[in-house]
């Protein structure tokens, strides 16, 4: 990051500096929340998790070289500098929007219910063609990693790409507040976190709150095939991007041809040019991910070249739809996280595989009073791709095997992973391919070692 003096920091974020006054002219070259990864010259955030205080790391923070440290209570008399805020965590994302205000950089903000992680691959490998990119790195797209990625940001860097996650609302609005985007993006509206927003309505509302924080001038980029995202025609006087299937879209796609696991061709119209792409990881929601990786890439200067290498060098990230190919089987590994919308194009990845199909579905969370419906759709649709035998692992995935059963398809229910881990082999088959897919919170990854292990 760009060094900032510790004047800067207590300014910035509202504290009382206590220490020696030559000091506050001194520059933090890093801020970090995790005590270890201390280095000497940071600034220490201490934040109170569930189990742990950071607060409690602080004499052994300054102990391994931290310049400064922030806290919320007084620390007496100690032999180094420390600032005290109301509280840590806003004060993270004060100095964060301090610190992203005095940058000559581009920002582009992804969310959306579904697709935020690889569209947001997607727009970074299509922008790195032409520019030097920062990118969100694996799940810091939350209040507290949100701010941490902006302080990544480096001189060389031109543009940033930022995925925003949230669940509640007002959530959107804080962190579009720290990132400022010139281009807000989102993918789509689904069936997610409706245990706090209600409905899909709610969940717009909620992602939209984006735009209040938005640069002059920004750009705003949706998916116009969404029946909700549609009906943003204008914001504070800004008429949206949009792309999806229809030719009236400002990007669109034709001719697409699934290359069943190997991918997707498509050509892909932005005005007046064309390109003709080979989108290398599987699914039909890719061509979306792409269309916006292009519309961004397009805006922003790209040649039809620079944004066809762009698309076609993008590499799948652990847990997204992820092929592992093992001696025995060939694995999507696309257990990060799930909801009904995401789980659906999973299945429709894996109806694309010319063998035994298998779908290990674990529970979704955070889908409020119609949780038990939306497991039971799924484990219909399940059937209704033609799935040969779908694994169903947790409490609520009953409902998702009754819904297979249902609907005349195969399902087995096991109460836990280790119940499963017992009938494995037995299950599974030589050439199988396997989708594994499930909230984060079911922790499937340990499913995903197990598939690789077997012989």
Not at 163 to 174: A, L, Q, T, V
Not at 268 to 291: C, F, K, Q, R, W
Not at 376 to 384: D, N, P, S, T
Request: aromatic share 6%; glycine share 8%.
């Amino acid at each position: 990051m760009k060094a900032m003096s510790l004047r800067e920091i207590a300014s910035a974020c509202a504290g009382d500096y206590y220490g020696s006054a030559w000091k506050l002219d001194e520059q933090v070259t890093s801020v970090v929340i995790d005590s270890r990864k201390a280095e000497k010259g940071c600034l220490f955030v201490p934040i109170k998790g569930a189990r742990v205080d950071g607060h409690s790391f602080i004499p052994q923070v300054m102990e391994n070289g931290a310049l400064c440290t922030l806290t919320e209570q007084p620390l007496g008399e100690v032999p180094y500098s420390y600032i005290v805020v109301e509280s840590c965590e806003k004060a993270l994302k004060d100095l964060a929007e301090h610190y992203r205000k005095a940058l000559d950089i581009k920002v582009v903000g992804i969310t959306g219910s579904v697709g935020k992680t690889s569209t947001k691959e997607m727009i970074a490998a299509v922008l790195s063609q032409k520019y030097k990119v920062l990118k969100t790195a694996g799940n810091f797209n939350n209040e507290i990693g949100l701010p941490l990625t902006i302080f990544n940001i480096r001189e060389e860097h031109e543009i940033a790409v930022l995925e925003m996650g949230i669940n509640h609302f007002g959530e959107m609005g804080r962190l579009a507040k720290v990132a400022r985007p010139d281009i807000c993006v989102i993918t789509n509206i689904g069936l997610c976190h409706l245990e706090n927003l209600g409905d899909r309505d709610g969940v717009l509302k909620a992602k939209t709150e984006m735009f209040s924080y938005k640069q002059p001038n920004a750009k705003i980029v949706l998916n116009g095939d969404d029946d909700k995202l549609i009906t943003v025609k204008e914001w504070d006087g800004y008429q949206p991007l949009y792309f999806g299937l229809s030719t009236d879209m400002d990007a669109y796609a034709e001719d697409i041809q699934s290359l069943s696991l190997r991918g997707t061709k498509c050509t892909l119209h932005l005005g007046e040019d064309t390109v003709s792409v080979l989108i290398p990881i599987p699914g039909h929601h890719m061509v979306y991910n792409a269309l916006a990786g292009a519309l961004i890439g397009h805006e922003l200067g790209l040649t039809s070249a620079q944004i066809k290498a762009g698309i076609e060098s993008l590499v799948p990230v652990s847990g997204r739809n992820n092929l592992i190919e093992t001696e025995k089987f060939l694995i999507i590994d696309d257990c990060y996280n799930a909801n009904p919308i995401s789980t659906k194009a999973s299945l429709d990845v894996l109806a694309t595989a010319d063998c035994r199909k298998v779908a290990i579905l674990g529970d979704m969370f955070e889908l409020g009073e119609n949780e038990k419906q939306l497991h039971y759709e799924v484990g219909v649709y399940a059937a209704k791709k033609e799935v040969d035998v779908a694994i169903c692992i947790g409490k609520l995935s009953e409902e998702t095997a009754q819904g297979m059963s249902d609907a005349r398809g195969t399902a087995i229910h096991f109460e836990t992973k280790a119940e499963f881990f017992e009938k494995a082999e037995t299950l599974l088959k030589k050439g199988d391919a396997i989708l594994v897919k499930a909230s984060h919170g079911m922790e499937f990854p340990e499913i995903v070692e197990k598939l690789k292990q077997m012989k």
